[in-house]
């Protein structure tokens, strides 16, 4: 997981100023959108709207973009689309277990662009169940360390529920059951600790070390299912070493 979190917070930062930041709004949005249908368009008393507005601003997306999100999905305003979540599992090179988390409104166009982003980057589509048991759904909270300790964020979010901090660097993740989510990012900012990202995300029970080749192959795997419009989240058992990490770079 270390590798994963560590490569997606690069990126992020990567993403802001490369030429897919239009797809990136895009999806940001979407999520806005969704969250809002499901929960009302309070982010008040609406904890995955609230964090879905936060990973949108924190991302630099328009103040407008995100309100008329909020009005769509919670209709106040027509156009939202009828949004589905369809979850794809597959193999990517070296035997990484993918599972491929989509948001469209069209499931046909979402498995063929899954599909053959897989096949064309030495990855499979795999039958439904045979990767998802690999892989347990948590809450995962990206703190920028800018000065802090991993005593100090751990201090702060033991009593909330947090299970463990690990280190990525430039910044620390800290892992809750989905339940804990919340708590722990209110704990968080009562300590008056800024994070990056708060959501619910899937991590591996087993992971797979990958060299230099195995992760540009894998990057370059996902940079191309991520290409897709539909695909908001890729989830990969990989674990990657900083001296790779620092390669690939």
Not at 8 to 23: F, L, M, N, P, S
Not at 203 to 232: H, M, N, Y
Request: aromatic share 6%; net charge negative; glycine share 10%.
């Amino acid at each position: 997981m270390s590798g994963h979190s560590k490569w997606a917070t690069t990126k992020h930062k990567k993403a802001v100023i490369d030429a897919k930041r239009g797809k990136m709004f895009a999806k940001l949005i979407k999520n806005v959108e969704v969250a809002a249908r499901t929960g009302g368009g309070d982010p008040t008393g609406n904890p995955t709207l609230y964090d879905a507005i936060q990973k949108a601003k924190k991302s630099s997306v328009p103040n407008d973009n995100i309100d008329r999100a909020v009005k769509r999905g919670s209709g106040l305003e027509a156009g939202g689309a009828d949004w589905q979540t369809v979850m794809y599992e597959g193999y990517g090179p070296n035997g990484v277990a993918l599972l491929i988390e989509c948001l469209t409104d069209n499931r046909n166009r979402a498995a063929t662009e899954v599909r053959t982003a897989l096949t064309r980057n030495g990855g499979s589509l795999a039958d439904a169940g045979s990767v998802s048991y690999m892989f347990t759904r948590k809450g995962v909270v990206i703190v920028p360390k800018a000065g802090l300790s991993e005593d100090d964020v751990l201090l702060a979010v033991l009593d909330a529920g947090a299970e463990e901090v690990n280190d990525l660097g430039e910044a620390f993740e800290v892992i809750t059951e989905p339940t804990d989510l919340i708590p722990v990012r209110t704990a968080l900012q009562e300590a008056g600790m800024e994070y990056e990202s708060a959501e619910s995300s899937l991590v591996p029970s087993v992971t797979v070390p990958l060299d230099e080749e195995g992760a540009r192959k894998i990057f370059k795997l996902i940079d191309a299912l991520e290409d897709s419009d539909d695909v908001q989240n890729v989830f990969g058992n990989f674990d990657i070493s900083d001296e790779v990490m620092a390669a690939v770079d």
